[in-house]
């Protein structure tokens, strides 16, 4: 297991995506960093973290997804291997929030930012950017925010967290190279936030808000909720943000 501990950067993805550019490196290369000084999540967005306290890291992964039709099996590998590594630690109500947060009820624990790039051969290389909140405790200026020592009311090992995630995930990648995606995808599906219930939505592009029920997320990677007419309309990542 190759894990590189970093005290502070600006970014373990950017890091990452620079060190495999540079050299050969092997699959499932994780970077650490107890500070990112800018962290980034899905659209342009900051990941923030005490110092020391969360866990912040990326890991480097290729020759599994093999057509770009299938990037979006990642995110449910990802998704998934975390809640059954969580679920270990009896974090109560686990769920994806589309496209790849992990709430516990309605409070985000987790962040996931998945880079991909294509090679000439069609085959994808991902870095897979993970921030979990562990043992910060203070969440007063991020309402929707939690941890899992503050839900458990005890801290957490960072350094255990981390290498059972990354064997989750190895093993998922193991079993999605001879298997497929379709045992995760139902995971997935079955732990989909707000999923068959109504819920409050504001369309990004015409600022408008709407009441819609989420019925899946497609194999691209798009939310498919059905409208008050009954109509069934995809969103992309940033055409549409739920409200909660």
């Known amino acids: 297991m190759n894990i590189i501990k970093l005290d502070a950067i600006d970014s373990t993805n950017s890091f990452l995506k620079q060190y495999y550019k540079e050299q050969a490196i092997e699959n499932f290369t994780t970077v650490v960093a107890d500070v990112q000084t800018n962290g980034r999540g899905q659209m342009g967005t900051e990941w923030n973290s005490d110092k020391g306290k969360n866990l912040t890291f990326s890991i ?6 093999l057509t770009p039709n299938a990037i979006f ?35 985000k624990i987790v962040g996931i930012l998945i880079e ?5 051969n069609g085959e994808v290389l991902s870095v897979i950017g993970i921030g979990i909140n562990v043992n910060q405790t203070n969440f007063d200026s991020i309402p929707k925010a939690s941890s899992l020592a503050f839900i458990l009311n005890e801290p957490i090992d960072r350094d255990i967290l981390l290498k059972e995630c990354i064997e989750e995930l190895k093993s998922r990648f193991e079993t999605y190279k001879t298997n497929g995606a379709t045992e995760f995808w139902e995971q997935f599906h079955n732990s ?3 999923k068959d219930t109504p819920t409050l939505f504001e369309d990004t592009t015409t600022n ?10 497609t194999k691209n990677g798009f939310l498919e909720v059905e409208l008050a007419n ?3 309309k995809n969103y992309g990542i940033k055409e549409v943000k739920m409200i909660y």
């Open 60 to 65: 480097f992964v290729k020759d599994y997804i």
């Open 192 to 194: 989909l936030f707000r």
């Open 73 to 107: 099996d990642i995110n449910c590998l990802v998704t998934t291997a975390l809640i059954t590594v969580f679920k270990k630690y009896s974090i109560p109500d686990l769920y994806v929030k589309w496209p790849n947060d992990i709430l516990s009820a309605d409070k």
């Open 230 to 232: 009954k109509l069934l």
């Open 116 to 120: 991909n790039s294509l090679k000439s």
């Open 208 to 217: 408008t808000q709407f009441i819609g029920t989420i019925k899946q997320v």
